[in-house]
DNA sequence: TTATTTCATATTAACTTAGTAGGTTTTATG
DNA sequence: CATAAAACCTACTAAGTTAATATGAAATAA
């Protein structure tokens, strides 16, 4: 019941690209260095990123990424689903492929429901940008 | 991000135990049966519950286990967090041990742990008693 | 005494995770 | 035009986890 590094790190990697958006395209080589997270690896994350059209991909020197949208239209959802796959608690209530013979016999799938709505409540309503402001007022308070 | 089938079956196999509790203990093999589940693997599991004290074995013929206490005194995450270990959805969630170095300047500690709330809202609150309620209503409605 | 049950430990095949490795393509700049 | 810097692509892998199976020992009711 965790959420993979990949999941995180794309989580990072976006809030990254929201902070330095001074115009330029961001390197991997810098959101590396920043967050402490292999290069290589992030390469791979972002690639899911830019095919799903999340960020953009200038090549070449001088190049990098850019976000394609405002930081208030991705909710964290959809950055965790994008890399993590489902977020629901129980395969089963994943669609009709790895539907449960015994769902409507077991009660245990109401648990389920209840759990992946909590879930869904939280990753659903927050966004890149609460993500930055909260980053920011970090900043400040370690500045303080 | 999903529940394994160690804290699923845990689940079923208590939920089983709540509704057969005739007086005589139940064995193994009939909960198997009835939950379509290997016999030997939920060997494995209700050892756990049984040296966590949540049942009690009778051993030798005509032997079995039963709930230790009533099913309004085990919530769900007693039970999920027993079997399947902590439910948070990081580690660096988990007390001390796992601490991230970046905890104090990274943003996304905040969504995780808004996300274990969340999850804790569900987990602690939802009791066995809940799930036989649930399991009772189900049979009716499948009965009608 | 026997059959039935729990109890204990070891093993395993398949899958997932968290990367590393090595090279190709694109393109700004000198 | 040559070079270097960046993204892009695919394959590989060590370690860990999952979901069991296998084998047998210990306890005990009949």
């Known amino acids: 019941m965790k959420i ?19 115009g330029e395209p961001v390197r991997i080589k810098d959101i590396a ?11 791979q994350i972002i690639s899911t990123l ?17 976000l394609t949208k405002d930081p208030k239209e991705y909710t964290a959802g959809m950055i965790l689903r994008l890399t993590e796959g489902s977020l629901a608690p129980v395969a089963c209530m994943e669609g009709d492929e790895n539907e449960c013979l015994r769902e409507c016999e077991c009660a ?9 709505e909590a879930i869904k409540s939280v990753v659903d309503t927050i966004t890149l940008a609460d993500l930055v402001e909260w980053q920011m007022a970090k900043v400040n308070d370690y500045n303080i």
């Open 33 to 43: 260095r920043r967050q402490g997270i292999s290069g290589k690896y992030l390469e």
């Open 4 to 22: 993979s590094t990949k999941g995180r790190y794309a989580l990072r990697l976006m809030l990254d690209l929201a902070i330095n958006n001074s």
């Open 108 to 116: 245990t799938i109401i648990l389920w429901e209840k759990l992946d």
């Open 50 to 66: 830019n095919k799903a059209g999340f960020v953009k991909s200038i090549r070449g020197p001088q190049g990098g990424y850019r």
